[in-house]
């Protein structure tokens, strides 16, 4: 009889212990807005902005959205804000993907008929008090109207990894308005 309790006890532990697929808390990172530099291979740096949302959303803005940016991307493509979802892993590491769209020109092959979807990646490591952090993004794009989530749907361009480095922004009020 005391060799089934022993039995179930350690079985019960050994589920608790491996059944908790949990992310660890994201929490401190929530309603904080981030600056990036993100650089690929040769180009020149370009930046953005993250705003990481309650509960694992996030939305980005970047200072060469509007196209004109093939020093920084190798190729000139207009982009829209891009919206996502991130989630904590172990270690201080964090996994962002986002989606958006590249805008229709007749300056890249593959964008002059409807654009593209973009989805972009990042995996970054923040410093233990969450003010910093550096990392990797990539980004692929996919014939518009298609579901870049679908494991057969193959994208039509693929960036290099590129290098990512960021830290919280302060808030400050500039102006007295009251």
């Known amino acids: 009889m005391i060799q089934k309790r022993i039995i179930i006890i350690l079985l019960t532990l050994i589920s608790i212990v491996n059944g908790n697929n949990q992310y660890p808390s994201c929490r401190q990172y929530e309603n904080k807005i981030y ?6 291979s040769d180009y020149e740096p ?37 919206v996502g979802y991130y989630k904590c892993l172990r270690g ?12 229709k020109t007749e ?13 972009v990646d ?8 969450g003010k ?3 990392g990797s993004v990539k980004y692929v794009a996919f014939e518009s109207g298609t579901d870049p989530f679908k494991t057969n749907d193959e994208p039509i361009y693929e960036s290099k990894v590129g290098k990512v480095e960021g830290e919280l922004l302060k808030f400050r009020s500039y102006s007295n308005l009251s």
């Open 107 to 119: 300056d890249v092959k593959f964008l002059k008929v409807n654009g593209a979807t973009v989805v």
């Open 46 to 82: 370009a930046y953005s902005t993250l705003r990481l949302n309650s509960f694992g959303g996030f939305d980005e803005l970047s200072n060469i959205a509007n196209g004109n940016n093939k020093a920084e991307l190798g190729e000139s493509f207009a982009f829209s804000t891009r």
């Open 92 to 103: 201080n590491h964090m996994r962002l993907t986002s989606i958006g769209y590249l805008y």
């Open 35 to 40: 600056q990036l530099k993100f650089t690929f």
């Open 122 to 129: 990042y995996y970054l490591r923040f410093t233990n008090s």
């Open 132 to 134: 910093k952090f550096t």
